[in-house]
């Protein structure tokens, strides 16, 4: 990947950086711009760094119904009010989730 100079420094004499393209958890393509840096060197180890997070993140492919519920739940308790989360009623779609998986075996 390759790593930029641009043309005007920061305040701080900064002026490296480098652009990433990748894609998403979800399939989308992306595109990330880092901040500056002082040195060539700094803005490459950075990228390195960057690259190596992006592939260590989770597969979500393998993860059965309960899984998925929790993590989106645990997701979504941050970003909704406290009503609308009440109103997802995870929970009682995790039993009711048990209780056909039981009937069928």
Do not use: C, H
């Not at 930029?4 to 652009?19: L, V």
Request: proline share 1%; no cysteine.
């Amino acid at each position: 990947m390759p790593v930029y100079k641009d043309k005007y420094k920061t305040k701080d004499g900064k002026q490296w950086y480098f652009r990433v393209r990748f894609k998403d958890l979800n399939g989308l393509s992306k595109q990330y711009n880092s901040g500056r840096y002082l040195t060539k060197k700094e803005a490459q180890d950075e990228e390195l760094k960057f690259v190596f997070s992006l592939n260590n993140n989770e597969n979500y492919n393998d993860l059965d119904f309960e899984e998925l519920i929790t993590l989106f739940t645990d997701y979504m308790k941050d970003k909704v009010k406290v009503t609308t989360s009440k109103n997802y009623k995870m929970k009682n779609l995790l039993k009711n989730e048990r209780k056909k998986r039981k009937k069928r075996k």
